[in-house]
């Protein structure tokens, strides 16, 4: 089946990686899910309000390299979880940028919760579940844990760790504010630093216990 995402805006995709300075290769299956992620999001915006303004207006340069980044540097094996995950990221776009992992987007708000739902059912994302939920949840296996914006990157391994010992994995996501880190018994195992938005400055790490 011919993809519903023309060859132009794959390689446009493909190309805003390479000029951020990532390697991850976004497939065709997978820029054809993000295009109608995209496109559903900034339709539910209009009556529901589940995304700011810039992430509407330029979602492939203010999400999606966020989401190819956290792609390249995430081990296989463990399921993610993307807390407070919003309106979706960075959590549904690793979901079709790395089908091989399981993710669970815990996001505590009913509306953004119905569409994260929905937007999984229309581009089938076999490979994701939704929680409406604060963290923590209850965690029966080892899991790696992410969050882009619920709390400061200061806060964030403290929060993270609070899902208790099945949590091996911390991932911090990071802009111009990089402080220590502040949780022990972790090891930092990758980074990868890229460019945002506007030349912006952009750091990952993977750290496991």
Not at 58 to 66: A, F, N
Not at 98 to 124: M, N, Q, W, Y
Not at 127 to 150: G, I
Not at 161 to 187: C, D, I, K, L
Request: aromatic share 6%.
């Amino acid at each position: 089946r011919e993809s519903r995402t023309s060859a132009m805006l794959i390689e446009q995709i493909r190309q805003l990686g390479r000029d951020a300075g990532l390697s991850h290769a976004c497939s065709s299956q997978a820029c054809d899910q993000i295009n109608q992620y995209f496109g559903a999001r900034a339709a539910w915006n209009q009556t529901h309000n589940i995304a700011g303004p810039q992430a509407v207006g330029r979602p492939y340069e203010v999400d999606l390299i966020d989401g190819l980044a956290l792609a390249q540097v995430l081990p296989a094996g463990s399921p993610l979880y993307d807390v407070g995950s919003g309106s979706g990221t960075p959590g549904l776009l690793v979901a079709c940028l790395r089908p091989d992992l399981e993710i669970c987007l815990v996001e505590p708000i009913a509306k953004r919760t119905a569409f994260l739902r929905h937007v999984s059912r229309l581009i089938g994302l076999r490979n994701l579940k939704v929680t409406r939920a604060r963290w923590p949840v209850a965690l029966s296996t080892d899991c790696q844990v992410v969050s882009r914006a619920v709390v400061g990157p200061a806060k964030w391994p403290a929060l993270a760790v609070s899902g208790g010992p099945h949590v091996r994995t911390v991932v911090r996501m990071m802009a111009a504010n990089r402080p220590v880190m502040t949780v022990e018994g972790f090891v930092r195992t990758e980074a990868l630093a890229y460019e945002g938005p506007e030349s912006s400055q952009r750091l990952i790490e993977v750290w496991n216990r």
